[in-house]
């Protein structure tokens, strides 16, 4: 499977943010009330890099949210990719960090709120089935389920992804009123 990288370049990033700017300005000049509520959330360590810039805004009175996603001082915007783009490029990843031959693999994230979360990998190796190791998950996994998350109507709070070479991802997502949905891709 090819990678699919949702993370544009840098110069289109920086770009996508200059238009909603003006996208919002347009709308004022038009004499659209605007209202825009800027989130910025830092990593949780001691340097508390931004990580995510959350953009809230009511056009009118209708809600809208844009993510733009910091990775590497640039700023990353999901919200021009599709579900099915998000997908391949969270299965492309997972399968990108995993560091030798495998026969399964399982992300587990569980993100109550925007700002904040868990995620963790295990995968099974074709000599050790009955063994799980874990394996490197990064804030570009945790940035693609967010945006799914986002996505979601009503948001899940936890998702489990299981794989395995040559199978569909399947997710398991469960909300807050105790309801669970599954899928698989």
Known sequence: MQPQNVFKPTEINQQ????????????????HEVTLDLQVINLPNADQRPIILAARYQVDGL?????????????????????EQLLAALRSTIEQRIPQPWVSARVVAEIPA?????????????NQLRHEQGFEVDYQLFFIL???????TPAWNTIELVTSPQQPLHLTMSFADGQVEQTSF
């Open 63 to 83: 809600p809208f949210y844009q993510a733009f996603h910091y990775h590497n001082d640039a700023v990353y915007d999901l919200s021009d990719a599709t579900s």
């Open 114 to 126: 925007a700002d904040h979360g868990l995620l963790y990998g295990r995968f099974s190796s074709a």
């Open 16 to 31: 996508a943010w200059q238009q909603f700017e003006q996208s919002l300005d347009a709308q004022r000049q038009a004499g």
């Open 146 to 152: 967010r945006e799914l998350r986002e996505r979601s």
